[in-house]
């Protein structure tokens, strides 16, 4: 037998020679041919292997193998599993909000064969799977919202799509969970035949049924209105999005003054519509550095863009000025037709002195809106001081010496409290949520009632006493709950040992035999000081009402964390945390941009909403604080 010749380097555990030619081997990965002439060495082998795509990626996949620390600090195999794979491929198309037919597309079959990733799954296997996923997810869900009996506030609106007609009303609910972070979970996305009071509230009904919520503590509709008797009981038992109001007030200001606005637009639209005509306008420019991002152009049905833009073209007033006089290609642009009739423009004296007179009806409604549409944090908190601010300047303006901004104003301010039902009838949920507002309190709400009212008027005591009674009597009924689950917990505590009730009455005879000698302990007369501070304050609602509010400049420029706060003190105000995750969360924003009411309700299409209304409030007789 001939001689076996045994290889010394490690290079040939990933080569082999081939039948035909000892000087020719085959790499084990790629199947490329390579010589090996044994006066040659194996130096070109081990370069190959360095760039081997296909060595690397079995490198990397022998490596999964290997045991990794997760972040809670367990051992787990770095092998991924197929299950998990599909798994995580099936959330990838939920999360990315991809469409089905990527699961099967060349890219991801591409990157999976690239990363030696198991096989992609197909898209009906899928969808069953993403089906089934929802399905645990959901009960789940449910399971935790029985468990817990979370109390929730929803929020409808109704959504019209553009290409069918069909409408859609969707149902979110929003909560503060133990943890104390803000919650937000759709509830459903339901198809709705018409906008009848009695299609809504039977389908809001079911998806509440389906999901078992029978805790609501407000719900908020969409265009609310307040001209009713009917809508004034509704005010009573729910809450309200103030928002709309403000987008309705605001776009009333804008509708008058089209024709001003739609100049400016024009003005605007010309100057951003090529590099030339803007680097003409930045020569016009005389103070600041001019960027096409400082002359915004506005989304027409966006008026929070559009006040934007009015505000940047006003400090540039006198560079259009200086355009209209000097270039001719910027008047000719506004002798073109556009849909039959001349296009606006260019702005004169008159557009630019009445959007000078608008934009300080906008910055009210725009500061506010700035303040209540966060749906990503709570606000409840912060509505009342933001209608109590728009009330106070469009009051203002209202007696403005300029004839045409009192007229103006006027109209809005009408048309504002027409919306409330008047200052006194605005909902009291609101002024509650401001008062858990460890930096403002009773005296914040106060100090709204002395400016709408007067100091030391009567409309103002009276608010004051109306607010402290139903704050009162809400503390109470959370009180009661809440010492019914304090009682439940105190049965499962064992009685004190033989040892401690051997220490107290050790303690009661020594009592009996020091008292003829006038002994005295400093901590008994500590208790009854304490004792005595208890009968001024009785319960935690005095006490918090009568604590200094908290102090402002110790923030430091950081915005407050109320839920921190509370979070935080809710071992020293028990019932009131329990309150304050209620009331924060409220909503009263809905929409996810600030935009135009995209429909006008008529007098039919408001009374249905009140008889749907009514009829959720007979199915849930108590929809704010229920046991």
């Known amino acids: 037998m001939p001689k076996v010749i045994v290889p010394r380097s490690g290079v040939w555990k990933h080569y082999t020679r081939t039948k035909e030619s000892r000087d020719k081997c085959i790499c084990h990965y790629c199947q490329k041919l390579f010589s090996c002439q044994t006066k040659s060495g194996t130096s070109n082998l081990q370069k190959h292997l360095q760039i081997c795509r296909e060595y690397q990626a079995h490198v990397i996949s022998q490596g999964k193998n290997q045991a990794r620390i997760d972040n809670e600090g367990s051992v787990k195999s770095s092998k991924v599993s197929e299950t998990v794979f599909r798994e995580a491929s099936n959330e990838l198309l939920v999360l990315a909000e991809l469409p089905l037919s990527f699961i099967e597309s060349t890219g991801w079959k591409y990157f999976c064969n690239k990363v030696n990733l198991y096989k992609p799954h197909s898209r009906r296997t899928a969808t069953r799977d993403i089906v089934e996923m929802f399905v645990k997810k959901k009960e789940a869900l449910k399971r935790w919202l029985y468990t817990n009996q979370q109390r929730v506030s929803l929020t409808t609106d109704i959504w019209v799509s553009q290409v069918t007609g069909a409408s859609y009303m969707v149902v979110t609910a929003h909560f503060v969970d133990p943890t104390w972070q803000l919650k937000k979970i759709i509830l459903g996305f339901k198809f709705v035949m018409d906008h009848k009071g009695q299609t809504i509230s039977t389908v809001l009904l079911e998806c509440l049924a389906d999901w078992g919520i029978q805790k609501l503590f407000s719900i908020t509709v969409d265009n609310a209105t307040a001209n009713t008797s009917a809508i004034r009981r509704f005010h009573r038992q729910f809450s309200e999005v103030s928002p709309d109001a403000l987008v309705l007030d605001a776009k009333e200001g804008l509708g008058d003054l089209g024709e001003n606005v739609l100049a400016i637009r024009n003005a605007v639209q010309y100057v951003r519509s090529s590099p030339h005509r803007l680097n003409a306008f930045e020569q016009k420019v005389t103070s600041?550095?001019?960027?096409?991002?400082?002359?915004?152009?506005?989304?027409?049905?966006?008026?929070?863009?559009?006040?934007?833009?009015?505000?940047?073209?006003?400090?540039?007033?006198?560079?259009?000025?200086?355009?209209?006089?000097?270039?001719?290609?910027?008047?000719?642009?506004?002798?073109?037709v556009e849909n039959g009739v001349k296009r606006q423009g260019p702005p004169d004296v008159i557009d630019w002195n009445a959007v000078e007179k608008l934009k300080r009806f906008l910055i009210i409604f725009y500061n506010s809106t700035l303040v209540v549409s966060a749906s990503s944090k709570v606000n409840s908190y912060k509505c009342y001081g933001e209608i109590v601010t728009i009330?106070?300047?469009?009051?203002?303006?209202?007696?403005?010496?300029?004839?045409?901004?009192?007229?103006?104003?006027?109209?809005?301010?009408?048309k504002f409290l027409k919306y409330w039902d008047g200052m006194k009838n605005v909902n009291r949920m609101l002024i509650i949520a401001s008062i858990i507002d460890p930096r403002k309190k009773m005296g914040f709400a106060n100090l709204c009632f002395e400016k709408l009212y007067g100091k030391d008027s009567i409309e103002s005591k009276e608010m004051s006493a109306s607010v402290l009674d139903l704050l009162?009597?809400?503390?109470?009924?959370?009180?009661?709950?809440?010492?019914?689950?304090?009682?439940?917990?105190?049965?499962?505590?064992?009685?004190?040992?033989a040892s401690v009730q051997e220490a107290q009455e050790q303690m009661e005879r020594l009592k009996l035999v020091v008292e003829d000698f006038g002994y005295e302990r400093m901590d008994s007369v500590y208790k009854e000081l304490v004792a005595e501070t208890e009968n001024e304050a009785r319960d935690e609602l005095e006490m918090y009402l009568k604590e200094p509010v908290e102090n402002q400049k110790l923030m430091m420029g950081f915005e407050f964390d109320i839920l921190g706060w509370w979070k935080v003190h809710r071992i020293k105000f028990p019932?009131?945390?329990?309150?304050?995750?209620?009331?924060?969360?409220?909503?009263?924003?809905?929409?996810?941009?600030?935009?135009?009411?995209?429909?006008?309700?008529t007098n039919e299409q408001i009374l249905a909403e009140v008889e749907m209304l009514d009829k959720l409030e007979k199915e849930f007789e108590s929809v704010r604080i229920e046991d």
Not at 296 to 323: C, E, G, I
Not at 391 to 413: F, I, S, V
């Open 472 to 497: 009162t009597s809400m503390f109470q009924e959370y009180s009661g709950r809440f010492r019914v689950a304090s009682t439940q917990s105190s049965q499962t505590k064992q009685a004190p040992s």
């Open 288 to 336: 600041g550095k001019m960027t096409r991002g400082s002359l915004p152009l506005d989304v027409k049905t966006r008026w929070n863009s559009t006040f934007l833009m009015l505000s940047r073209a006003l400090q540039f007033r006198v560079a259009f000025d200086k355009m209209e006089a000097e270039d001719r290609l910027y008047n000719d642009y506004f002798l073109e």
């Open 391 to 414: 009330e106070r300047n469009l009051t203002a303006l209202a007696n403005n010496l300029d004839p045409d901004l009192k007229l103006k104003a006027e109209d809005m301010l009408h």
């Open 575 to 601: 019932v009131l945390a329990e309150m304050a995750r209620d009331l924060l969360a409220m909503q009263q924003w809905m929409k996810a941009d600030i935009k135009f009411a995209e429909k006008v309700q």
